[in-house]
């Protein structure tokens, strides 16, 4: 088990700090000020979109590009990807916390968009994030880009974010209940809804930068990996997270009748599988012949052992 010293610690602090800051100034200039549209819903997309939070999946798209491409040059290509996923991450926030799916009045300390603007301009704002990700996938060719890797990043953001991945575990998430989704429905579930936008934004990162088809393998090995980890500390954290840092009560999703890693394998289990997961995902990118994979193992840990 590779384990982060405090220099380590403090270095993708920074990291993380200087590339959200680095997607927040990307995202705040995503849409064009000059095309005419209904400002009810610029602001709806806005609201969400500049709403904060980890920023998690775009900056691994970036990751994914130094450790490919070993340069400035290389994450600045792969923004434009990083700023794609993260607009449909946001959509698929918008969406979830509808009334007709998980009906929650909160996201990130503030009103749910469907709160603040109706539930139509809602689902408006998150069609048109959908769908302007595609927009700003084909902005990377100005940037060198080359036009077939955009077109690969294109299928594969429908792929991943569609039917036999994200849409398609939101849609069993939904019929999943305790007692009655088994550990292995569980686990498609996760790999689908969350694990598969993840393993996108190292894929789409690797394009940026023109990853080999090996190296493009591992990064997406990586990103399942470290999507389902993520996942199951989700799941610890609700059980046993700090209130404070959480943002919500602990043992929430038991009570909802959510189905959790806990609620079948127990916590201690959990937790190995998150090491497990982890210690798979950095032998995936160590034995990828990635020019510059450090800074994917840091990433990996630092979300093992987050706390929030």
Not at 196 to 218: K, M, N, V
Not at 245 to 254: H, V
Not at 262 to 267: E, K, N, T, V
Request: without cysteine; charged residues 25%.
């Amino acid at each position: 088990m590779t384990v982060q010293t405090e220099e380590d610690v403090r270095d993708i602090r920074g990291y993380l700090a200087d590339r959200a800051a680095r997607v927040e100034a990307a995202l705040r200039d995503a849409v064009p000020v000059g095309w005419r549209l209904n400002e009810t819903l610029r602001e709806a997309i806005m609201y969400s979109l500049t709403a904060g939070g980890k920023r998690l999946r775009p900056i691994l798209a970036l990751a994914a590009a130094e450790a490919v491409g070993g340069d400035a040059r290389a994450e600045a290509r792969a923004m434009p990807f990083a700023v794609a996923v993260e607009m449909v991450h946001t959509y698929s926030l918008v969406h979830d916390d509808l009334p007709a799916m998980d009906n929650d009045d909160y996201r990130r300390g503030r009103p749910t968009n469907h709160k603040v603007y109706g539930e139509a301009m809602a689902i408006l704002a998150g069609d048109g994030l959908l769908t302007h990700a595609f927009h700003v996938i084909a902005q990377a060719t100005t940037l060198g880009v080359p036009a077939d890797r955009a077109l690969s990043v294109v299928s594969e953001l429908a792929r991943f974010a569609g039917l036999p991945g994200m849409v398609g575990g939101q849609a069993d998430d939904m019929q999943g209940e305790q007692g009655i989704t088994s550990l292995e429905q569980l686990e498609l579930i996760h790999l689908h809804k969350t694990s598969d936008l993840i393993a996108f934004s190292l894929r789409a990162g690797g394009h940026a930068a023109g990853a080999t088809e090996r190296q493009l393998a591992a990064l997406e090995r990586f990103g399942r990996n470290v999507g389902l980890a993520f996942q199951i500390q989700d799941d610890v954290l609700d059980v046993s997270g700090d209130e404070s840092k959480l943002g919500k009560p602990k043992g929430s999703d038991e009570r909802q009748g959510k189905v959790t890693y806990p609620y079948l394998i127990g916590l201690e289990e959990s937790r190995r599988r998150v090491r497990r997961l982890t210690d798979e995902a950095i032998e995936a990118v160590r034995t990828a012949e990635l020019p510059q994979p450090e800074r994917l193992v840091q990433l990996a840990l630092h979300m093992m052992a987050r706390d929030h």
